[in-house]
Each structure stands twice: as C-alpha cells, then as structure tokens.
C-alpha cells in the first residue's frame, strides 16, 4: 500500500512547468498573464492593491484576479475556476519577490512568481502534488529509510522519532 | 562504539541541545575519530550555546565581550550569519530573530558544527556515511556501493512516519518545521510564525548554509520557494515543502532527489 501512495503521488502530480522568462528591463518584470509588475517593494501589480492572504483551502482568495492557470490538465476532477492570492513581497538582496498562488477546489494549483528582480536566474518555481497529509503515511520500512529529516529541535522530539528507532535497530 | 557486520560503526549521543546520531560504513576509520567528532560538537556547544552563561556568545550577548575581541571563530560566524541575513533578505537573521531581540547564531552554528566534524572523518579515510542532528544531516558516500543513502521527509502529524524520501549522495539535508516546537521560527522583519508551511526540507552541499537557508525559506513562507528557485546564491539548493493545506511542493532542483518507488 505505501508503494502504491508513493505511486499515486507521483502520477498525480500537477506537472507545472513554470518556466520564467526573463527579459528583466530596469522598470519592470513580466508577469504571467501579461503586463509588468514595477520593480519596487511596494508596488503590487495591476493598479488595485492585492490583500496579502494566507493559503488555507477556503481562505478569502481574490477572484478571477489572472487567468486560470494554464496547465491543469493531470488533475482530473478539478473543473472549478481556480482564485488566486497573493503571497507577501519578501525584498532580497535583488530586489522584492513575490508569488501568487492559484487555487482550485481548496487546492493549490500552481505557484507563479510574480515579482523577480533582475539578475535571478530562471527556474522552474514548483511541482504540486496531491494533498499527503490525508494519505496513508509511508512505512519506513518498506521505504527502506536510512535517515530521517524533520525539525526535531530537542532530546524529547528525538526520543519520539523514527531517527531515534532506526538508532535503535541499528545499535542493537 | 557498537558493532554489527551490517553497522560497523554507529554512535548515538545527546549534545548541542538535541540529539546526533552517526552511522559510518567502510571504509572505517580508527574509532578515536569518532570521540574526536563528538568531542568537537561539544566544543562549539560549549563556546556558541547560548542556554550556557559562561558560553563566548552568551558574554557577548551580555556585552562582556565586544565582537572585536570575540575569538576568531565567533567573528567567522558573525560574518557568515550577517552575509545570510544580506543574502535572504533578513528571512535568516542571527541578530534579530528572538523576539527579544538578542544574539542568536544557533541556525548556523548547529550546521557548521556538523559540517566540519564530518571533516575529521573525511580526513581519517572515511567515504561513507551519515551525521543526523535533529533531524538536519550531513550524508556521505553511500549506504552501500551502488545505492544511494534514502532520507526520509517526516511527515509533519506523525513523529514515527515519513511523508517522502529523498535518495542522496554527498549532500546536506535540513528541515525546518513547525509541528514541533510551534512558535521556533519567526520572520525577523515580522516577529510572527510563518503562514504557508509546515515544514521545508532542503537538500544542499554544505550544511550550515542548507540549514540557514531551510530556515530562511521556511520563514519567508511559500514565498521562500519562489526565493529559492531563482536566487543565484541558491542554485545549487532544492527545497520540498509540506503546505498548511497540507500539500507537498518542491523545487524543480528537487525532482533528482525524490524517490519515487517505495
């Protein structure tokens, strides 16, 4: 069964190629779905100011604000309008960044970047897969584990954790 | 030190606030050099901690000390932590990440500390293995010839699960995450825990900067992922991510990593 979640995840991820395109002029930076965003911390883009919002499925999104993303075929049932919200500006050291984040039917679809400085590398943003948390979690022992990563920021956590069993097994 | 024909070295033992485990395949080296790793992480705790008062960084946050005349080693981690704080646009700041304000280098420290214990092994001959402090991991070589080391993601509800596995070779994995310890990581420019993420694990070379990162990505929220993909500083760096919906979404850097199969 893990191996079939495993598959089932793989074979049901969105594949969304995002690939950014960056002619990158000084006063501004394409967007998907067209027009330019001013290179400028504060600037949102089109002329209304944006909510920033966070992504939980049923969250205030703003509607109908870009087209639908383009690539939602591999997602079978989804067939609703996807919104669309806005993440934060995070300024670095380029400049600001921003992603938009595309929902549909509580899911997310697609993350886009919004905002990218000049002088970034192009790069696809992300792959989103079906939801995991509502799956059957992996057995590490059909997976075969050797280590396991997660924020396990003290002695209890770790006396609770799969690390500390695979510790165990292998010092025994 | 205990040994099996299947794990001929393996040492499990509490320090800098957590846990590190250790597993060393062949080629093996002479078991004083994993006293001597060991050793070194206590060191750093000893002078970098800053839950012991009579640490370096613990009279400098007291101001006992001044940065000038702080070692050497105090001031490369400064510098290193200030060049994060610049390169992630303050996500990943030493200076201002507690909320009161204070000094807190522990989010490089703790990477560092690991990367250059795992030196003293690659010095001593040894190609093959692992170094895992709470969860963030240096991993050498490979399990056996031919197969990759296989880390598991742990899934963000279930200490004992995993939500994904990673097959790496010569490569440092980070995570930084909420489900424990909820209020660990706040934006510096904020002050608030990050919506967006329950956890983003990272793959990377070294790993006091993957784990630097991991927490600057995990701060910035899904933004960070964005950040990551196209940074120039960060080409080298994947992220996988578990969203507060509850979703997996990783970098394209990421897709070599992930194992598929079970």
Redesign the interface.
Same mark, same amino acid.
């Given at each position: 069964m893990?191996?079939?979640?495993?598959?089932a995840?793989?074979v049901t991820t969105v594949a969304l190629v995002l690939l950014?395109s960056f002619k990158t002029p000084d006063d501004g930076v394409p967007i998907r779905g067209g027009g330019t965003v001013a290179a400028d911390a504060g600037a949102t883009p089109g002329a209304t100011a944006r909510p920033r919002a966070?992504?939980?499925?049923g969250a205030a999104a703003v509607p109908g604000a870009t087209p639908t993303p383009a690539a939602t075929s591999g997602t079978g049932g989804d067939t609703g309008a996807a919104t669309t919200v806005d993440?934060?500006v995070?300024?670095?050291?380029?400049g600001p960044?921003?992603?938009e984040?595309s929902i549909a039917a509580?899911?997310?679809e697609d993350?886009v970047?919004l905002q990218?400085p000049t002088?970034?590398?192009?790069?696809?943003?992300?792959?989103?897969?079906?939801?995991?948390?509502?799956q059957e979690?992996?057995?590490?022992q059909?997976?075969?584990?050797?280590?396991?990563?997660?924020?396990?920021?003290?002695?209890d956590?770790?006396?609770?954790?799969?690390?500390?069993?695979l510790?165990q097994a292998?010092?025994? | 030190m205990?040994s099996?024909p299947e794990?001929p070295m393996?040492r499990?033992e509490?320090v800098m606030?957590?846990?590190v485990?250790l597993?060393l395949r062949e080629p093996l080296v002479e078991p004083g050099i994993l006293d001597d790793v060991f050793d070194h992480l206590h060191d750093i705790d000893a002078r970098f901690s800053t839950y012991r008062p009579d640490s370096e960084v613990s009279r400098l946050i007291r101001g006992e000390l001044s940065e000038e005349e702080a070692s050497l080693d105090v001031r490369y981690v400064l510098a290193v932590c200030d060049h994060l704080a610049?390169?992630?646009?303050?996500?990943f700041d030493a200076r201002r990440h507690r909320p009161d304000g204070r000094l807190d280098p522990s989010g490089f420290v703790k990477g560092w500390a690991v990367e250059e214990a795992a030196w003293l092994i690659d010095g001593a001959g040894g190609r093959n293995y692992?170094i895992?402090a $709470?969860? &963030?991991?240096v991993?050498r070589g490979e399990?056996e010839p031919g197969r990759p080391?296989?880390?598991?993601?742990?899934?963000? #509800?279930?200490?004992?699960?995993?939500?994904?596995?990673?097959a790496v070779s010569d490569r440092a994995?980070?995570?930084?995450?909420?489900?424990?310890?909820g209020e660990?990581i706040t934006d510096p420019r904020s002050g608030v825990t990050p919506?967006?993420l329950r956890?983003v694990?990272l793959v990377g070379h070294g790993l006091a900067f993957t784990d630097a990162y991991a927490t600057a990505v995990f701060a910035? $929220?899904? &933004?960070?992922?964005?950040?990551l993909?196209?940074?120039?500083a960060t080409?080298e760096y994947a992220a996988y991510a578990?969203? #507060?919906?509850?979703?997996?979404?990783?970098?394209?850097?990421?897709?070599r990593y992930l194992?598929?199969?079970?």
């Open positions: 893990p191996k079939r979640a495993i598959l995840l793989a950014l966070t992504v939980r499925p993440g934060p995070v300024d670095t050291r380029y960044v921003q992603v984040i509580g899911r997310i993350i970047a990218l002088g970034r590398r192009s790069g696809q943003i992300s792959h989103v897969a079906e939801p995991i948390l509502h979690a992996l057995a590490a059909n997976a075969s584990i050797d280590i396991v990563s997660g924020a396990t920021y003290t002695s956590a770790y006396a609770q954790s799969l690390q500390a069993a510790d292998g010092l025994r | 205990i099996t794990h393996r499990v509490s606030g957590t846990t485990s597993d610049m390169v992630t646009g303050g996500a692992w895992n $709470g969860g &963030d991991i991993a399990a080391w296989r880390v598991g993601i742990r899934h963000p #509800d279930q200490a004992d699960k995993v939500t994904a596995v990673l994995v980070a995570t930084s995450g909420t489900y424990e310890r660990h919506a967006g956890s694990t910035m $929220g899904l &933004d960070g992922l964005g950040w993909a196209t940074d120039p080409a578990i969203t #507060d919906d509850g979703r997996g979404v990783w970098t394209d850097g990421m897709e194992v598929r199969e079970g």
